[in-house]
């Protein structure tokens, strides 16, 4: 056996809304906010078609996809963007987000057990904050990261990469990703990582997940300490 695949896991790169954090629809609530507050959409078509593009890009940065839904235009795209993200943390702060069950316990026993974790999101940083504090998770993981000046959002593999820089982890192969959607199956095989991981809590289905090229599909985030241990 190669040296490279023995490499013990030493980091999991978690994703959070539909993976560690159940929002209960929020995402396509503020995009509809967004929608009404910027007029990107004229017809009740053109709405659905919206909606459909929200649901195939879940996962990816926010203001990405809006550039796209507003056609070139920076600043409808900066308004919807800042509507939707005002719209979710106002839905958050509500109590309208919780853990996904085990997502808590999952991160703590790694820690205990010296893996590092890092979350990961396609929210502003705002909104991101949000999120952790209505969920008390200040202190839950040793890397917290969103897209940044320098850090592309999903599918691109910053987030994964920052991640392992900022934890000093010693190879990707020693890095796992794990998420909802498409894009961040992607984002994780873009950083090379010894595992992407699909789950079936969130965003995109088994078939979506594996289309992407997700080398392993669980349930639930909870099931991650089985398949971690099969990879060690």
């Not at 994703?15 to 959409?41: C, E, I, K, P, Y």
């Not at 809590?201 to 088994?206: E, K, L, M, W």
């Not at 992407?212 to 971690?228: E, M």
Request: proline share 3%; aromatic share 4%; glycine share 8%.
């Amino acid at each position: 056996m190669s040296a490279t695949t023995t490499e013990p896991i030493t980091l999991v790169v978690f994703d959070m809304a539909g993976t560690t954090v159940q929002d209960s629809g929020l995402v396509q609530q503020s995009f509809l906010a967004a929608d009404r507050h910027a007029g990107l959409s004229k017809t009740d078509a053109d709405r659905e078609e919206m909606l459909r593009y929200v649901d195939d890009t879940m996962g990816q940065s926010k203001i990405t996809v809006f550039r796209h839904l507003a056609r070139g235009d920076e600043g409808k795209a900066q308004a919807a963007n800042q509507e939707f993200e005002r719209c979710y943390a106002r839905l958050v702060a509500e109590g309208n987000c919780s853990p996904v069950p085990g997502a808590e316990e999952v991160i703590a026993t790694l820690r205990a057990d010296g893996i590092k974790t890092a979350l990961t999101t396609g929210f502003a940083k705002e909104t991101q904050t949000a999120i952790i504090e209505a969920l008390g998770w200040q202190h839950l993981a040793d890397a917290v990261l969103c897209p940044t000046a320098g850090v592309r959002g999903r599918p691109y593999p910053d987030m994964a990469l920052t991640a392992l820089m900022q934890t000093e982890t010693d190879s990707v192969r020693s890095m796992v990703v794990l998420g909802d959607s498409a894009s961040d199956v992607v984002s994780g095989l873009r950083a090379g990582a010894r595992a992407s991981v699909g789950v079936l809590t969130g965003a995109h289905d088994r078939a979506q997940l594996s289309e992407a090229g997700a080398t392993h599909i669980l349930d639930s985030v909870a099931d991650l300490p089985t398949l971690l241990a099969e990879l060690q």
